[in-house]
């Protein structure tokens, strides 16, 4: 167990639909990121999040956005969903910002669009 | 920005032979380089990493090795076991840098017993 908690484990919905995907850190990690697994696709960078503040930004779409809480939790927010989003998204931390500190990532979010 | 290739995407051993996947990076910056484990259906997960002060690092049957020079590095397992069977990835970023690691597409691993 990393620590780092994703919330659903598997989602399944339609095209056009809007979901949000959540994620808790590790506890005393400032630093979220997302990324996105599609089948035989490496680990695409989406997003960073770093005490609240956005610190770095991907390959996200504009139909996607995150944002991280005062509690440090993070969601991720994906609408007018189409078939080729359907992917694994992970969520994963880091106690601090910059690089070259360990991340470790969470279970993953299935989600299927049909 | 940094661009990691990794190959091979897919490779197959037999047990107890040794295993090897090599990555490049772009950025000559880029001075922190880990090595992550993928288990079907599980989360990747942390197996070594160096840092470009080092050329090697070793960690029991399983080493990384980093050219500097030539802009690689590479991952050696020996000795695999089927429980090695996973899918790897490198990545490269800079440590104190404000991007974060960027990864390679993926190696998947198969040990045949």
């Known amino acids: 167990d990393s620590g780092v908690t994703q919330t659903p484990k598997h989602l399944i919905t339609a095209t056009g639909q809007r979901v949000t995907l959540r994620c808790s850190p590790r506890?005393?990690?400032?630093?979220v990121y997302w990324y996105q697994q599609s089948l035989d696709q490496g680990l695409q960078f989406l997003i960073q999040?770093?005490?609240?503040?956005?610190?770095a930004k991907g390959n996200i779409l504009e139909r996607f956005s995150a944002q991280q809480f005062p509690d440090l939790h993070s969601e991720l927010n994906l609408s007018s969903l189409e078939l080729g989003d359907s992917a694994l998204y992970f969520c994963?931390?880091?106690?601090?910002?910059?690089?070259?500190?360990?991340?470790?990532f969470g279970e993953g979010s299935w989600l299927t669009v049909v | 920005g940094e661009n990691v290739e990794q190959h091979p995407s897919t490779l197959s051993v037999q047990e107890g032979d040794s295993a090897v996947i090599k990555c490049t990076y772009s950025?000559?910056?880029?001075?922190?380089f880990p090595w992550y484990k993928q288990e079907l259906g599980k989360r990747p997960q942390l197996i070594i990493d160096?840092?470009?002060?080092?050329g090697e690092k070793k960690d029991q049957r399983i080493a990384v090795t980093l050219n500097k020079t030539a802009k690689h590095f590479s991952l050696h397992i020996t000795e695999t076991q089927p429980e090695d069977s996973a899918v790897y990835f490198c990545?490269?970023?800079?440590?104190?840098?404000?991007?974060?690691?960027?990864f390679g597409k993926g190696t998947r691993l198969s040990v045949i017993a």
């Open positions: 994963a931390s880091s106690a601090e910002a910059a690089s070259g500190n360990t991340i470790y």
């Open positions: 506890s005393g990690d400032l630093s």
């Open positions: 999040y770093y005490n609240g503040e956005e610190r």
């Open positions: 950025d000559s910056a880029s001075n922190y």
């Open positions: 160096i840092r470009s002060n080092v």
């Open positions: 990545a490269a970023s800079l440590i104190l840098g404000n991007t974060p690691l960027v």
